[in-house]
């Protein structure tokens, strides 16, 4: 039987340096958080067998990870993945700064300063209250209920629940409605941080493919999808059906009712992130949101259109699950910040303005990082993106992970495609954020093109993953 790490590695090879090739992959598969810290691993003896291996290299592979402090040997008890003692050095950088694209998101709005001034003066006349919001400032439920009413599914303010942005709302969401041992149906590719909550509220994690297509308006497998549902019967399905992170994909509308009636049949809740919504580019048409078409849960935030930095986020259901989420809430938190909520007010009373010059920002980024392909990495194709945070570009083979390791050597932290996978597949693609200033991304770009060409001139150790066909 393979062990976790025999499959997270894939068909792993190299042909020199093996032990150190061996030993930077299992130190990525730790870092991007594929492993766990305090995770034990296979037995030298265990490891070798299923690698097809000298036991005197899994043996000096794992001496090189514990050198640097990824593992920890205890005599009785084995090998287990761990982190160093101090923090993890950032990588040397050919210039002065690292440039991180594990982050997909605008910088602050151009009106963010003005409106947190303007937020003062609102917050002045709170301060007489307790303080506590547990639903949300009245004045702002109404705010984002109204914003659902104009995109074409009529909300009452109390179908709302303020949070500290959208992780936060899934937390709540999960609390009030995760059964630890079922199964939960997730898109493959996925936000990993909501695979990684979702697992770590007990569920057994599903996949279903999602790819960008031809005009970039849906990539999901409805077929796949309607029958995983029904086989599986899952306690949920987590699904981002506008602008997919990160495939860019939008679900069409015959889709989304499609599967809403088959939720409703097979008893799934349907948990939709719209953090991604708004970011239109140029798609040219906007569907309605999900719940237009039947019972879903919708969670949305104003960190990737505001600021990263400004914690609002939101949950919109009916009316008996805002009062079983309005139940669960007080054992993770008692409100979100009443300063938080008030700059989001005054960013609200001029939407249409800040979505605009975020359309700008993203067109802008979009541009630089087809630019810095079509120069510094040849054949890499990038898919339409009409919109959305990131493109998710094919490598055009199992490169990925090495290609993450060359960079991060190079001074850049670029997340592998199996980050964003449920079972540690698509090892051919990766997640280029179009939300940096084209400036930066010009940069970026160059410095993984430097990796690329190590890449292929055979200076990297490659893999190759036959597993990212297995998709059920």
């Known amino acids: 039987m393979a062990s976790r790490l025999g499959t997270q590695l894939g068909e792993w090879r190299a042909t020199t340096a093996v032990a ?38 899994i043996a000096r592979a794992y001496e090189l990870l514990e050198a640097g402090g990824y ?75 109204e914003r659902y009413t104009e995109r074409g599914l009529p909300t009452d303010p109390d179908q709302i629940v303020v949070t500290s942005g959208a992780m936060h709302a899934l937390s709540v969401v999960l609390a009030a409605f995760g059964e630890r041992g079922r199964a939960a149906v997730v898109e493959q590719p996925s936000f990993p941080h909501a695979m990684d909550a979702l697992r770590r509220t007990g569920h057994r994690l599903v996949p279903t493919p999602v790819t960008p297509d031809a005009d970039g308006t849906g ?94 986020g939101w949950i919109r259901g009916d009316r008996a699950q805002v009062a079983a989420l309005l139940a669960a809430r007080p054992s993770i938190d008692l409100g979100t910040p009443l300063l938080e909520q008030c700059i989001a007010m005054e960013l609200l009373d001029d939407m249409d303005a800040l979505l605009a010059s975020t359309s ?12 810095g392909l079509a120069a510094h990495l040849p054949g890499v194709r990038m898919p339409p993106m009409p919109g959305g945070l990131a493109a ?11 290609l993450s390791l060359g960079a991060r050597d190079r001074g850049l932290l670029l997340p592998p495609g199996p980050r964003f996978s449920a079972s540690g597949v698509l090892d051919r693609f990766a997640r280029i954020p179009i939300t940096w ?26 893999t190759t993953r036959v597993a990212d066909t297995a998709v059920v």
């Open 360 to 371: 700008d920002r993203l067109r802008s980024g979009r541009a630089a990082v087809a630019d």
């Open 219 to 312: 990539g999901w497998d409805a077929n796949h999808l309607v029958e995983t549902l029904r086989s599986q019967r899952p306690a949920l399905a987590y699904l981002i059906a506008d602008f997919h992170n990160p495939t860019g994909a939008t679900m069409p509308e015959l889709e989304r009712a499609r599967l809403a009636a088959v939720a409703r049949a097979t008893g799934t809740l349907l948990v939709v992130d719209e953090t991604c919504a708004e970011l239109d580019i140029d798609r040219g048409w906007t569907p309605r949101p999900f719940a237009a078409h039947g019972p879903a849960i919708l969670v949305g935030s104003m960190s990737k259109i505001a600021w990263g930095g400004l914690r609002i």
């Open 71 to 145: 593992v920890v040997r205890t005599h009785g008890s084995g090998t287990r993945a761990a982190l160093p003692a101090q923090r993890i050095q950032r990588p040397a950088a050919a210039d002065e700064e690292v440039i991180d694209l594990t982050i997909a998101s605008v910088g602050s709005a151009p009106g963010l300063h003005a409106a947190t001034v303007r937020a003062l003066d609102r917050l002045a006349g709170l301060l007489g209250t307790l303080g506590y919001s547990i639903d949300g400032l009245p004045e702002l439920r109404a705010r984002i209920a």
């Open 20 to 57: 150190q090739s061996l030993a930077d992959r299992i130190r990525m598969l730790l870092l991007d958080g594929r492993m766990t810290v305090g995770e034990r691993l296979p037995s030298e003896r265990a490891l070798a067998a299923e690698l097809g291996r000298s036991r005197a290299t």
């Open 392 to 402: 998710w570009v094919d490598l055009g083979g199992p490169w990925s992970t090495a």
């Open 437 to 462: 200033e084209p400036a930066l991304t010009a940069q970026a770009m160059v410095r993984l093109g430097h990796a690329w060409r190590a890449l292929h001139a055979g200076e990297l150790p490659q």
